[in-house]
């Protein structure tokens, strides 16, 4: 008996510290990078791509490979069931569709796998402070990546530097063009929301690291990415960090000791304070644009008087309103319309995602999604919607259920964090309502990889693999009451 319970003390004491090698921190960096490569005008669509692929592809499987070895560990991982679900109602509808493609959805399958396999799955015997670490080694390296990002967005504002460019079978637009900043970014609006998850989470590093050099770092950084949200001209931007930024003030100010007014009060109040900081979040990029068209024509205007023969060299003015003139929803309304249009023809298991353009050709070739003025586009532009018409009532019930089950875990939880972590807890939650907002209104965190959906799965896991581990609540069956 001595014999064999050393044994099992021994291979026990080896997947201990396998499970610390494979926690999975050296894929997650990789997997971060690539997904920035996606979204840089230098990367995207260049062979840089594959190296991420692979890096990623190689890295990851290994990883999965030791998870499933370990699978005791990570399939306790909270509302992981409901994502297994959706992850075969993905296949059913692929599957059922295969007619119109297959290729982009089989490559979705990998993605997604990885999305809530090794993002989202925590070790449940790991300690929190385990992934709390990982946490500020990713949040750092995606803060430097964007303060890089930001400044060379930001020269490029400042030379009035715009780019366009076709590369192989990829439109690629860059610098201030059309009236708004993209910058490095392939796409401002996903621009504007990486930046405004950065400003959350600089701000928690300031609050957290007292070292006044790295603190000056992190407000420059602030500076950068606010300018840079600020010019994308992004709303979807916008509204990321009005309410994240919100949320991130009303959870410190409800646990704030010096705040000291009872628990009803100091809830009105804060969320009026939360109010108020959201409309100065709508209302100062317009005074700040304002300001900057007016130095533009004042520039432009000293330059014809100067040299009336020769055209100014910079008269980039900011601002889009023609494009929005005529539809205030610059034709998501449409998109969002054509999806339902879609789903109507197969409502139960849907058109699989991958698929939505080319099912829309063959068979709604009338559709606005096909139709659509500046070409044809591919999905309408919201989670929601993507999935409907993807993948039809179960699809779609299937993300309401995990959504509304994991809304429930962590609210019955929140009031009972712990101090020390507090600040941990709601920069997590602040970046995911974030990433919500994005997936409202782009296609982000389901079906592709993008540096948002890599926050929102990662920080996901987190947050539910702190309260399984500290707030567990389990339940105990209705109590009877005890007799005298």
Not at 149 to 162: D, E, H, P, T
Not at 180 to 195: E, I
Not at 284 to 305: D, F
Not at 328 to 336: A, D, Q, T, Y
């Amino acid at each position: 008996m001595k014999l064999l319970s050393s044994v099992d003390s021994k291979s026990n004491s080896v997947f201990e510290k396998l499970d610390k090698i494979f926690l999975g921190t050296p894929f997650k960096i990789i997997y971060l990078l690539f997904s920035f490569m996606t979204y840089f005008i230098v990367t995207y669509g260049t062979s840089w791509m594959s190296v991420g692929v692979w890096a990623s592809a190689i890295t990851g499987t290994i990883l999965f490979l030791y998870r499933v070895i370990r699978i005791p560990n990570y399939i306790k991982t909270k509302r992981i069931w409901i994502l297994i679900a959706f992850y075969i109602s993905y296949i059913i509808s692929l599957g059922l569709n295969l007619n119109y493609g297959y290729a982009e959805g089989v490559k979705a399958l990998v993605w997604m796998a990885f999305h809530y396999y090794l993002l989202y799955a925590c070790d449940v015997k790991q300690d929190t402070q385990v992934y709390k670490k990982e946490f500020h080694i990713l949040a750092n390296i995606y803060l430097a990546i964007l303060f890089a990002a930001a400044i060379a967005s930001f020269v490029m504002l400042c030379m009035g530097y715009s780019y366009y460019s076709i590369r192989g079978e990829f439109q690629i637009i860059g610098g201030f063009t059309w009236g708004r900043l993209w910058g490095v970014f392939t796409d401002p609006n996903y621009g504007s929301v990486f930046c405004s998850i950065g400003i959350i989470l600089s701000l928690y590093f300031i609050h957290t690291w007292k070292n006044v050099v790295l603190r000056i770092l992190y407000i420059c950084n602030i500076v950068m990415l606010s300018i840079y949200v600020i010019f994308s001209d992004s709303r979807t931007g916008i509204i990321a960090i009005m309410l994240s930024l919100a949320f991130y003030v009303y959870a410190l100010l409800i646990r704030w000791e010096k705040f000291k007014l009872k628990m009803v009060w100091k809830q009105i109040i804060s969320i009026l304070i939360a109010i108020v900081i959201m409309i100065g979040v709508y209302f100062i990029p317009k005074g700040v644009t304002a300001v900057y068209n007016q130095i533009v024509e004042n520039v432009t205007s000293n330059q014809i008087l100067e040299n009336p023969s020769e055209p100014p060299t910079n008269n980039k003015v900011f601002g889009r309103e023609q494009d929005l003139e005529d539809d205030i929803s610059n034709g998501r309304l449409e998109l969002w319309y054509s999806s339902i249009e879609i789903f109507l023809t197969k409502p139960i298991f849907g058109v699989s995602f991958f698929n939505l353009r080319d099912y829309a050709l063959a068979e709604l070739p009338d559709t606005y999604l096909i139709t659509k003025p500046d070409g044809e586009v591919n999905n309408p532009h919201s989670v929601i919607f993507n999935i409907l018409a993807g993948q039809g009532i179960v699809g779609i019930t299937i993300f309401f259920i995990f959504c509304g089950a994991v809304f429930i875990y962590i609210v019955r939880r929140f009031y009972r964090v712990e101090k020390k972590d507090y600040h941990y807890i709601i920069v997590l939650m602040s970046s995911i309502v974030a990433c919500g907002v994005s997936m409202l209104f782009l296609s982000d965190v389901f079906y592709v990889h993008t540096p948002n959906s890599f926050i929102f799965w990662t920080f996901l896991g987190y947050l539910m693999h702190y309260f399984r581990n500290k707030i567990p609540l389990p339940f105990r069956g209705f109590q009877k009451k005890e007799k005298d």
